[in-house]
């Protein structure tokens, strides 16, 4: 596997990522809560990326994969701010940018932050406004009691042994980039991949995601038997299509 390059951050902290040179538009693939860039969707769109000789991204947000820092530390906005940098100086030219889960939410905030350099957005299961919307709205009296006690909650995980652990920095960070409610005017197309058998992010959540883009060229797609990951070799094959529909 391809070693990583690192992009210093204005504190110091080293982006992880790693770039494929090719044909506009670049594709930029921002993965999830947790996630590090060696996960099955960002390296089968390398891949493809690589077969068609088209230029493409992948890296760690700070506190993720090889990436410096620490997970505890990291909050939506610090995460966009690395997206950003990775968009800014490692992508040329106009980017199809692909979101999964977080991803999909961080992806969201550079187009809007980036409008003139984003040729589209294909988002999967994207978890916009998950902090408020799929975390604190969802705990129990006592789970927020804890959150608010200790500044930090650990669930179970069913994709790790370890258990997710979530901060009240994270949550009160993320509702400052909340963006469902007030609406998204974004000119680019977007496309929502979403399983409806996902229980981490409900098709219900999609459908209010995609009312929620104000562009005309806004499309959803349920996958009636998808779980979260959209992992499966029919998943990729939908994914990849979806990404060349906007980078042709």
Known sequence: MTA???????????IAHVAAAGTEPCIL???????????T??????????ARGTGFVRFDYT??????GAFLDGSIGR?????????????????VIVGSSMGGWLATLAALARPGRVAGLVLLAPALDFTEDLMW?????????????????????QYSDQPYEYTLKLIEDGRRHCILAGGIDLAAPV???QGMQDPDVPWQHAVKTV??????????TLIRDGDHRLSRPQDLALLTETVWSLAA
């Open 4 to 14: 990583p390059a690192f992009l210093a951050a204005p504190d110091g902290l080293r």
């Open 211 to 220: 009312e929620a883009f104000r562009g005309a060229d806004t499309r959803l």
């Open 29 to 39: 693939f921002c993965g999830g809560f947790r996630s590090d860039m060696t996960g």
């Open 41 to 50: 969707k960002a390296l089968a769109l390398e891949a493809a990326a690589k």
């Open 79 to 95: 995460w966009k701010d690395d997206t950003l940098a990775v968009l800014d100086q490692v992508c040329r030219g106009p980017t």
């Open 137 to 157: 709205a969802q705990m129990s009296p006592d789970q927020r009691a804890t959150l608010q006690r200790d500044g930090i909650l650990r669930e179970p995980s």
């Open 191 to 193: 496309r929502i991949l």
């Open 63 to 68: 506190g993720h994969g090889q990436s410096d």
